[in-house]
């Protein structure tokens, strides 16, 4: 039996989450909120673009334009102290409001036009655009925490020189 595109998007996605997630297991509270320096993110700084943009991108997702006049982008790039219970909180809120949308689209609803930042995106268009946008920031907290973690590091993947 044939995946539908929705369907597929959601395991996509839900494999992106899932990858974050076994990186932020292996980080202590203090490595998440780490900054290398003042150009850099943190972990938490990127949790928090996601979960604002997931918010915005999805909320009222077929009636509005993605990018929603309460959001607040630049505030999503400054250092916030909480704690992990807060970050995870956060990430789980923009995940979720993924999801609900996710699960209330029909096949009928693919070819619609909606808007993000005024441009028009069916709605393939627009769940490929944020396939692309996620991963780029899971790869980002990965590449982070691996760095941070260095030789005690488990790999999320293939281990080097284990490939067989």
Request: with cysteine; charged share 25%.
């Amino acid at each position: 039996m044939a995946i539908s595109f929705i369907d597929a998007a959601k395991q996509q996605f839900l494999a992106y989450k899932e990858l974050a997630e076994k990186a932020f297991l292996q980080l202590s509270d203090d490595q998440l909120f780490y900054q290398f320096n003042e150009e850099c993110n943190s972990i938490a700084m990127i949790i928090h673009h996601m979960r604002g943009n997931m918010r915005s991108r999805w909320t009222d997702f077929l009636t509005t334009d993605g990018e929603k006049s309460w959001r607040e982008r630049d505030a999503e790039f400054e250092p916030w102290i909480a704690d992990r219970s807060t970050l995870i909180r956060t990430w789980e809120e923009g995940w979720s409001c993924l999801f609900h949308t996710l699960d209330t689209l029909t096949t009928e609803d693919l070819m619609k036009i909606i808007s993000i930042r005024n441009q028009e995106h069916t709605v393939i268009e627009a769940i490929n655009r944020q396939l692309a946008h996620y991963p780029y920031h899971v790869g980002q907290i990965v590449y982070i925490g691996k760095m941070l973690v260095d030789k005690e590091w488990k790999s999320l993947s293939i281990p080097k020189k284990k490939w067989s």
